[in-house]
Nanobody, 124 residues
């Protein structure tokens, strides 16, 4: 059974940093496309970053480009989202999602398996 568990969220001041982790249980992520999404209160789910199954290139939403870095180690079960220069508008529940043999995409409907989410709050 595919399960994803996010961790690393919390409360941080504007300009601060957090690193989120997404741990896959029972399988490595080598042949899976994987992405980070976020959903702020009252808003639609938004794609943040993604890596396709075939290479390690990460793609980012314009709203986080230059501030967030997504990484994945081949043969491993964890992906990370390093978030720097955080802004209040980054406040949301952050989710990781995955699908077998998926190319890089920020469309939520493309992913089959989702974690439960981790809350990130950016506030002074």
């Amino acid at each position: 059974q595919v399960q994803l568990v996010e961790s690393g969220g919390g409360l941080v001041q504007p300009g601060g940093s957090l690193r989120l982790s997404c741990e896959a249980s029972g399988f490595t992520l080598d042949h899976y496309g994987i992405a980070w999404f976020r959903q702020a209160l009252g808003k639609e789910r938004e794609g943040v970053s993604c890596i396709g199954h075939s290479d390690g290139t990460a793609y980012y939403a314009d709203s986080v480009k230059g501030r967030f870095t997504m990484s994945r180690d081949l043969g491993k079960t964890t992906v990370y989202l390093q978030m720097n220069s955080l802004k209040p508008e980054d406040t949301a529940v952050y989710y990781c999602a995955t699908a077998w043999w998926r190319d890089a995409t920020l469309r939520p409907s493309a992913y089959d398996f989702w974690g439960q989410g981790t809350q990130v709050t950016v506030s002074s």
